[in-house]
């Protein structure tokens, strides 16, 4: 008995430090990367406070100290997780039928730039028929590869990159402009483009694949919450309706996430409908929603699914969604406060280390 104890102390202790690390706002990866794992870490919290509740002889100190830290625990985890549930209401509308010309079909992946499985891709995309497609992590032999696509999209903007942050970016609809950003670091590219519906509804979009805060990448968040928050503010200010689209590198549940859907006024279709995690593809365990597509409050969702991994460690998402101006009467946009404001002002404005 004196055994489990100890091992269950040590674990509760270990735990609870990952539940507190991403309280300290320090963009170091130390802090920044234990927000990423907070539906683990819910997990992780239930089977102890379980594990301590079985073991019996809970009045006494040790068990009770750890039940008490344990239970708010839980709770505030579940707080974080919970709007990305189905118990959750829906942040966007389901789309009801409308006049054709008002839908977008979009494929986004980040396809693991060392994936060797191009046929998988074109195949996947073929048969989802999406109107743009946005893939990440391409270098020459993606770029080379995926060329068959231009046979169908005859819009394009590239950015093939041997380092890991190279982007392609096809459609069939009209372009009215598109252009390849550096918005923070020479080596990250990001898209921005305005495309036309078949309706001739124009539609600002931007693609994005910032660094994620990790030692082989880069040690602290810093250029990537200026990213976030640059597109944000851009988004915000934009007369057309909006989308934004790619790998974020960050948790729908992180400050950062959120922070960037009130200050930018976009909404998340996964809110009230599920995690969506697409990554990774390779470990059961380890699944976090990196991969995301935020639209404007023009926007109903038709439909959206995660699509089955194709060598890549990300898996592809396909969403539908279906435009109406009618909808900015109807669905509310998050908005940030005037301190939450203030914040994403000053991150756009701060210094960058290391680059």
Not at 32 to 56: D, H
Not at 81 to 105: N, Q
Not at 221 to 228: G, V, Y
Not at 250 to 265: C, G, I, N, P, Y
């Amino acid at each position: 008995m004196a055994i489990l104890t100890i091992i269950l102390s040590i674990l509760t202790g270990l735990t609870l430090l990952a539940v507190l690390l991403p309280f300290v706002h320090n963009s170091y990866w130390v802090f920044r990367v234990f927000e990423y794992p907070r539906f683990q870490k819910l997990i992780a919290c239930v089977i102890l406070l379980a594990a301590w509740l079985a073991r019996g002889d809970v009045l006494t100190a040790l068990p009770l100290v750890s039940i008490a830290c344990l239970v708010p625990a839980i709770a505030y985890l579940t707080g974080k997780v919970f709007p990305y549930t189905s118990w959750s209401r829906t942040e966007m509308l389901p789309a009801i039928p409308a006049a054709d010309g008002a839908r977008i079909r979009i494929f986004s992946a980040n396809v693991w730039q060392d994936n060797t499985n191009h046929a998988g891709f074109l195949d996947i995309i073929r048969r989802q028929d999406p109107d743009i497609v946005m893939l990440l992590e391409t270098d020459d032999a993606w770029e080379r590869a995926m060329r068959p696509l231009e046979q169908i999209y005859p819009h394009r903007e590239k950015k093939p990159i041997g380092n890991t942050y190279g982007l392609l970016f096809y459609s069939r609809l009209p372009v009215r402009s598109s252009a390849i950003r550096f918005l923070v670091e020479p080596g990250v590219p990001s898209l921005e483009a305005v495309i036309e519906l078949p309706n001739g509804q124009p539609v600002q979009i931007w693609g994005l694949h910032p660094k994620p805060p990790l030692p082989a990448e880069n040690c602290r968040s810093d250029a990537k919450d200026k990213e976030l928050m640059q597109v944000a503010f851009k988004a915000r200010g934009c007369a057309l309706p909006v989308i934004v689209l790619g790998d974020l590198n960050d948790v729908a549940w992180s400050h950062t996430t959120e922070l960037f859907r009130k200050t930018s006024q976009l909404l998340d279709p996964r809110r009230g409908r599920g995690f969506y995690s697409t990554f990774s593809a390779r470990h059961w365990w380890l699944k976090f929603p990196l991969d995301y597509i935020f639209a404007s409050t023009h926007f109903s969702l038709v439909g959206m699914k995660r699509l089955p991994p194709t060598g890549s460690d990300h898996y592809p998402i396909f969403i539908e969604l279906q435009y109406s101006d009618a909808l900015t009467q109807i669905q509310e946009a998050p908005e940030a406060d005037a301190e939450e404001l203030k914040e994403a002002r000053e991150t756009v404005t701060a210094e960058v280390s290391g680059i």
